[in-house]
């Protein structure tokens, strides 16, 4: 792992915006006494959050890798069913599906958005199909309302992961409104930050309150201490929904920053694609929330030289998703190793940029010279 520069300008991919009205309002949730789970911001948080964006539930929990792990067990899909999900995402989504004994089908993504493609994604459908985790990567949401229709018509399960496009909206809804369950990450990289944390929304009750017992042990309705089924400690903290509460106040401001950040960059790169790739504000019907500002380098370079140069001149990166079919956890799987080209490629070849919320233009100019210089291509 690459260490933070002694001296220097250093650019981080990366850090979390914490203001004083932030602290004010983690102070408060400590000063009132209730720091676990119980205290009643989790609860308001839940309900500002849903409302937010137009879900009738919310169910907060400990992270966007739980969100998913409990939103997959309350379905209850048949045990060696298949679900069908993206190549190119975090492991997450695949470990929840594995974890339940079902069979992950996975789907590769289009070279331009980084995304599956619904027509990619439907043709994975089959007999055993019984849920579909529709996932947004990095900056474009996908074509998730065709998807909705279709599962809905075929009687599939949908789970949207909006991990990395809370507050987002795609055509007329906001991400995290599509599906059956959808769920959100509040990782210190996301628009809104609780340190750790997710949610899972739903508008239906039956899943509300079974993803709301999983979370929580599935404690006895009778017999508290008597448990009714296999769960587990998802919770989010009284602490970490106040931090979410005071950032949900201004999460317009937050996502309007990020994309002037992620236009900056492309209007300083968009003239060397014969070098480089980096996605357009806008492509087709899909409006880009910069999560990440991502590049592709077209040219035969070693890219770990490049950046490692990048990273000696104060400039870190990270790299892309690494395929899920390649992962070696899923070593003994049919899938494991099979051939996947436009996400491996686009791993191989991607990485991304700073983009934290106080960068300002200059620092964004420098470091495209940089980028630019070690690729051989300043102008």
Same mark, same amino acid.
């Given at each position: /792992? /690459?260490?933070?520069?002694?001296?220097?300008?250093?650019?981080?991919?990366?850090?979390?915006?914490?203001?004083?009205?932030?602290?004010?309002?983690?102070?408060?949730?400590?000063?009132?006494?209730?720091?676990?789970?119980?205290?009643?911001?989790?609860?308001?948080?839940?309900?500002?959050?849903? *409302?937010?964006?137009?879900?009738?539930?919310? $169910?907060?929990?400990?992270?966007?890798?739980?969100?998913?792990?409990?939103?997959?067990?309350?379905?209850?899909?048949?045990?060696?069913?298949?679900?069908?999900?993206?190549? +190119?995402?975090?492991?997450?989504?695949?470990?929840?599906?594995?974890?339940?004994?079902?069979?992950?089908?996975?789907?590769?993504?289009?070279?331009?958005?980084?995304?599956?493609?619904?027509?990619? $994604?439907?043709?994975?459908? *089959?007999?055993?199909?019984?849920?579909?985790?529709?996932?947004? *990567?990095?900056?474009?949401? /996908?074509?998730?309302?065709?998807?909705?229709?279709?599962?809905?018509?075929?009687?599939?399960?949908?789970?949207?992961?909006?991990?990395?496009?809370?507050?987002?909206?795609?055509?007329?809804?906001?991400?995290?409104?599509?599906?059956?369950?959808?769920?959100?990450?509040?990782?210190?990289?996301?628009?809104?930050?609780?340190?750790?944390?997710?949610?899972?929304?739903?508008?239906?009750?039956?899943?509300?309150?079974?993803?709301?017992?999983? @979370?929580?042990?599935?404690?006895?309705?009778?017999?508290?201490?008597?448990?009714?089924?296999?769960?587990?400690?998802? @919770? /989010?903290?009284?602490?970490?929904?106040?931090?979410?509460?005071?950032?949900?106040?201004?999460?317009?401001?937050?996502?309007? *920053?990020?994309?002037?950040?992620?236009?900056?960059?492309?209007?300083?790169?968009?003239?060397?694609?014969?070098?480089?790739?980096?996605?357009?504000?806008?492509?087709?019907?899909?409006?880009?929330?910069?999560?990440?500002?991502?590049?592709?380098?077209?040219?035969?370079?070693?890219?770990?030289?490049?950046?490692?140069?990048?990273?000696?001149?104060?400039?870190?990166? @990270?790299?892309? +998703?690494?395929?899920?079919?390649?992962?070696?956890?899923?070593?003994?799987?049919?899938?494991?190793?099979?051939?996947?080209?436009?996400?491996?490629?686009?791993?191989?070849?991607? +990485?991304?940029?700073?983009?934290?919320?106080?960068?300002?233009?200059?620092?964004?100019?420098?470091?495209?010279?940089?980028?630019?210089? +070690?690729?051989?291509?300043?102008?």
């Amino acid at each position: /792992m /690459m260490k933070k520069l002694k001296s220097g300008n250093f650019f981080p991919v990366s850090k979390p915006e914490i203001l004083k009205s932030d602290i004010n309002f983690l102070v408060g949730a400590i000063k009132d006494g209730w720091i676990s789970s119980e205290g009643e911001k989790v609860s308001i948080f839940e309900k500002k959050l849903s *409302t937010y964006i137009g879900r009738k539930y919310g $169910i907060a929990v400990s992270s966007g890798t739980a969100a998913l792990e409990v939103a997959i067990k309350s379905l209850k899909l048949k045990k060696g069913s298949e679900v069908i999900l993206s190549n +190119f995402t975090i492991i997450s989504p695949a470990l929840a599906v594995v974890k339940e004994g079902l069979n992950p089908v996975f789907v590769d993504v289009d070279p331009i958005t980084w995304n599956s493609r619904f027509e990619e $994604i439907i043709k994975k459908v *089959t007999k055993k199909t019984t849920c579909i985790i529709a996932t947004h *990567t990095y900056g474009y949401p /996908m074509e998730i309302d065709k998807l909705e229709k279709f599962c809905r018509k075929n009687k599939i399960y949908l789970i949207e992961d909006a991990a990395e496009m809370v507050c987002h909206k795609y055509k007329k809804k906001y991400c995290g409104n599509y599906g059956d369950i959808s769920t959100y990450s509040f990782y210190a990289n996301k628009h809104i930050t609780t340190g750790e944390g997710g949610m899972i929304f739903t508008n239906n009750l039956k899943l509300k309150d079974y993803c709301a017992d999983i @979370r929580n042990l599935c404690f006895g309705k009778k017999n508290r201490f008597n448990h009714y089924d296999i769960a587990g400690n998802y @919770r /989010m903290t009284n602490m970490q929904a106040a931090l979410g509460l005071a950032q949900l106040s201004r999460v317009k401001k937050i996502l309007s *920053t990020k994309k002037k950040i992620g236009k900056i960059y492309y209007d300083y790169l968009k003239k060397y694609d014969d070098v480089l790739y980096i996605q357009k504000p806008v492509y087709k019907k899909f409006v880009n929330i910069y999560w990440v500002v991502g590049v592709y380098i077209k040219k035969k370079i070693n890219i770990k030289l490049l950046r490692n140069n990048l990273f000696k001149s104060g400039i870190q990166t @990270r790299d892309f +998703f690494y395929p899920l079919n390649k992962q070696d956890a899923f070593k003994g799987y049919s899938f494991y190793k099979k051939k996947f080209k436009n996400s491996e490629d686009v791993s191989k070849n991607g +990485f991304y940029l700073p983009s934290y919320l106080s960068m300002k233009q200059n620092d964004i100019k420098i470091i495209c010279n940089k980028l630019l210089h +070690f690729l051989n291509e300043k102008k």
